[in-house]
């Protein structure tokens, strides 16, 4: 069992973290101590792997409040491309590399690294106990030990143009068939309805996320499937992906060529009415657009159930267990658990922190926050099915991307989905 348990993994860690032909040689213990100007004792240096490159500026502020209680510990921020970060941090890991502290990706891509042993745990750690047992879960290895401090809660919803809206004199949806013809009333104005394109994958899962759960019933429905009590072939599900066929109707032109930088410039420069995308957009767009006036509605039910938000524990912070300066590191994290990291996290970044402690000076930052209590159902492909090689939530974004060519049906995609999760998942077998 052991065995097949480490084939498992490996297949998992193969799929989701492409390998890469080479490894930057300057990160995380490879550097040698500087000293500090006394000349008596070494600084210790720290770095920091991210897929987050448009935290830099943020994260420097972070720094610099870590470096008032530990001066003598100096911490880099050398974060990578999105789309390159997992290859450059799997040849990193395999290799016995990579930066002392990293971003973990939520539930089982990052369990996934923590059972193949390349996370130091961090039980004992000093203020993991002011995180809920959800957010903590993210992180959890298989060994029930913790191995990351959760970061942040991420939201999914449809944004929208509060100007375009206001100007077309549009109201928030209460209702699937609402939804739709607003929709109808804009594309007849000449303004692109839904900011969304098919090129990369996992906007694809993201907005489905968004848009599914309105067709397969939310939070009833994420708890039979869980169970092993219905499965993707369900009309329920079957009819979340006919949704999904069914607004292409909405999006720009030449859809299937567009990627996230495409889509999210069609919404801030006012191209385009509504964006289907993450709580982590928020203060890109205002940085893109001071002047956008961006507001959010949950998504409205087709089937009679509340309108919902999609929300999940969103990425970690671990250490490597290869690196030569782990309790330096492990003060890093310590102070990532305190409210003032907290506080400097969500006036920073306007992300909702994972310490229920905090709140945000930001009223559309804390709207989303209160309905992550209220109106919120899982990211399911994130949160459940995230396992399998390929992944099932893998399996989703080709098989969608493959509809919007013409080459798959609905149907198929959902078929496809469950042939995969039986492979794996354990209520499917």
């Known amino acids: ?65 870590f470096n008032k209680q530990y001066p003598d510990i100096k911490v880099e921020f050398k974060p990578s491309k999105n789309t390159e970060y997992n290859t450059i941090l799997n040849t990193a890991l395999q290799s016995g590399e990579g930066p002392d502290i990293f971003h973990l990706r939520p539930y089982a891509p990052g369990i996934a690294l923590a059972d193949a042993g390349y996370i130091e745990p961090l039980d004992g750690l000093e203020g993991l106990d002011a995180f809920p047992e959800t957010a903590l879960a993210a992180s959890k290895g298989s060994d029930g030990k913790q191995y990351g401090v959760p970061l942040n809660m991420s939201t999914t919803q449809m944004f929208y143009n509060k100007k375009i809206f206001s100007g077309l004199g549009l109201e928030v949806p209460k209702t699937w068939d609402e939804f739709i013809a607003l929709n109808e009333k804009i594309k007849k104005e000449g303004i692109i309805p839904i900011a969304l394109g098919t090129k990369e994958g996992w906007l694809l899962s993201a907005a489905h996320g968004i848009i599914g759960p309105a067709h397969y019933g939310g939070n009833d429905f994420v708890e039979k499937i869980t169970n092993g009590e219905t499965d993707f072939k369900s009309a329920e599900f079957v009819n979340s992906i006919k949704a999904m066929d069914e607004l292409k109707a909405y999006f720009p032109d030449n859809y299937e060529g567009l990627g996230m930088e495409d889509i999210r410039t069609l919404f801030f420069t006012g191209k385009a009415a509504m964006f289907p995308m993450g709580s982590w957009e928020i203060e890109v767009l205002r940085k893109m657009n001071p002047d956008l006036e961006l507001g959010f509605f949950p998504m409205p039910s087709a089937v009679g159930k509340d309108a919902t938000i999609t929300a999940w524990a969103d990425g970690s912070f671990a250490v490597n267990a290869n690196s030569k300066h782990k309790e330096e590191a492990k003060k890093f994290l310590q102070f990532l658990t305190t409210k003032e990291f907290g506080e400097l996290f969500t006036k920073e970044f306007k992300m909702i922190s994972a310490n229920p402690e905090v709140k945000s000076d930001d009223e559309l930052v804390n709207s989303l926050s209160e309905a992550v209590t209220k109106i919120s159902t899982p990211y399911m492909m994130v949160v459940y099915f995230a396992g399998g090689n390929p992944t099932s939530k893998a399996t989703l974004e080709l098989e969608l991307q493959g509809m919007y060519l013409g080459q798959q049906t609905p149907e198929g995609v959902a078929g496809k989905v469950q042939e995969n999760a039986e492979t794996w998942f354990k209520p499917f077998q």
Do not use: H, N, Q
Not at 9 to 17: A, D, E, K, M, V
Not at 24 to 41: F, L, M, R, V, W
């Open 1 to 65: 069992m052991k065995k097949a348990r480490k084939i498992w993994l490996f297949g998992l860690f193969s799929f989701l973290l492409i390998f890469a032909s080479a490894c930057s040689k300057d990160t995380g213990s490879s550097e040698k101590p500087e000293k500090t100007d006394e000349g008596t004792k070494e600084k210790v240096t720290l770095s920091i792997g991210s897929w987050r490159t448009e935290d830099t500026a943020g994260y420097a502020k972070v720094i610099e409040a």
